[in-house]
């Protein structure tokens, strides 16, 4: 308290910002905090909601009331319940220190000792009344009202650097797990941390078990047998796990590895890992293929059409739990308790999901059978894996002859209609690796070879003059109002493939294409529409 009391002294606020945020009930693209790198210092006050925290890497759970201070350059990000969604308030700041040395005055960057959650003020009603003060003077900002603005927030400053003696210990505490969090993988010792948080080794155990509920050495471990799951599921060698977690015997570590999860590090994620998370299309059905149903996948809803009556949707139990595509509802996550949660090196990296269970982003392909060898291989499913390839194979040379038989020459692609483009798929996707590769079939010539897809104008279709369509509709007003103008132009009507009646609707064969038994679904409806089989 003393040293920033001496700080405040020599401060000069450059700038002063306030904001709020009030997150809605059931509305769950306001659960999820997107990253955000603060460049100035931040006072953030909670007061509605509950949820996670992840500051700089730091996982750090909130509730009404919590306070943080957060320096510049700091990453944060989050998610709240979506029945309980966050509510906060945020002070952003900037500002200089006076310093004064032989040489004079001089201006530098001053150093708070604040930092992260803080323990609770004596006093929180102050702590609101300030805060709000701050918010209504910066709403109806005045020239004149910037020395009371700067005023309040130092007030509001000092009011944070107070806390009770059994809140600085907490304090510390939160500082030296802070520090556990980033050093797990060296050689820590009690006395070296007790000193840390200012405590004798004996009431350092006793005070981070009580807040805790595991003595410093076992949470040690957890932290670095959590690693060595994420570790494992990237398909790292087992000597070259230890030796990041901090075991330079790679037998001791398999020895304290297989005491803790009851496996050898080896056996993990084939023994271990039963309930799984899967977070990109296809996935699950890759999954259900090997056997697994997967406790949680994207629901399909919102992008299959499901018009075409043929189309086999995948049958979930009523313990899989669906979460929508467009985001990451991360409570809903929580909830399914999973083993391990597979995603797709599409998707950026979120590194809250290890949060929640150990991450394998996998390696997309196009290419038939690639993704389901990749996961039975880490899942110890082999032998799943390699008999539908075969069955898939086989399938795939018979269809393949009888295109070639029956069709010839004959070219098609794959146009998908939304809101916003017309887009005609080339080879390098899942639809074109189905229907070329697979299959056999051809691209119009004139369409460019090393195109994954094209957006087109209406005017561009004669371009592309196929003898077969397959034609997908997002299901939005948009995109439907779209095809009508589609359907309804002279350029669409022009065309041999409408010509001769040779449109297919191909909603569902989109998003099913990138999975195993959709993939067979697929190909089987190609041929089936194309007259090559009934």
Known sequence: MHNLANLMRRLIFTSVHCFSFRGQAGDPLTSTLTPRM?????????????????????????????????????????????????????????????????????????????????????????????????????????????????????????????????????????????????????????SQLAEMAGFSPNHFTKTFKNKMGVTPTEYLLQQRIKKAKQLLVSSIKAKHVAEQVGYKDEHYFS??????????????????????????????????????????????KNRVSSTDTTSRPIAYSQQSSMLQGDHTNY?????????????????????????????????HSNKYGQTLEQLAGLLGRERQAAAWISRYGERTEKLKKRMKFYLGGQSVYFIRVTQHFYRIYGKSNQTGSLFYDDLGLSLPDRFPAHEWALDIQLNDLP??????????????????????QLLLSEEWQSLDAVRRHHVYDASDLFFKALGASGRMWAMNYTALKLGIIE
Not at 271 to 293: P, V
Not at 354 to 363: C, D, E, G, Y
């Open 255 to 300: 020895r304290v590895f297989k005491k803790a999860e009851g496996v050898a590090p080896t056996l993990y994620i084939k023994n271990k890992c039963h309930r799984i998370a899967a977070l990109y299309y296809g996935l699950d059905d890759h999954l259900i293929t090997l056997g697994y149903e997967p406790v949680a996948a994207l629901s399909y």
């Open 463 to 484: 371009l592309f003059n196929p003898q077969h369509i397959f034609l997908m509709t997002d299901p939005t007003n948009g995109s439907k109002m779209r095809l009508q």
């Open 38 to 190: 603060l460049h100035k210092y931040a006072i953030g006050y909670i007061t509605s909601g509950n949820g996670l925290l992840n500051i700089s890497g730091h996982a750090t759970p909130f509730k009404p009331g919590d306070l943080f201070f957060l320096q510049p350059e700091t990453m944060v990000e989050g998610y709240s319940d979506s029945r309980n969604p966050i509510q906060y308030s945020l002070i952003l700041f900037s500002c200089m220190q006076l310093s004064k040395s032989l040489e004079g005055w001089s201006i530098k960057q001053p150093i708070f000792p604040l930092q992260g959650k803080l323990a609770l003020v004596d006093d929180r009603s102050s702590v609101e009344d300030l805060i709000q003060q701050l918010r209504e003077l910066s709403r109806h900002f005045r020239e004149q009202e910037r020395p009371t603005i700067h005023y309040i927030l130092s007030k509001l400053l000092l009011m944070m650097g107070k806390s009770r003696p059994e809140q600085q210990q907490t304090v510390g505490l939160d500082q030296v797990i802070a520090y556990m969090n980033d050093n797990y993988s060296k050689d820590l010792q009690i």
């Open 331 to 363: 409570d809903k996550l929580l909830r399914t308790k999973p083993d391990l949660i597979l995603t797709s090196d599409r998707l950026e990296r979120d590194e809250l999901l290890n949060q929640i269970a150990p991450t394998a982003m996998l390696k």
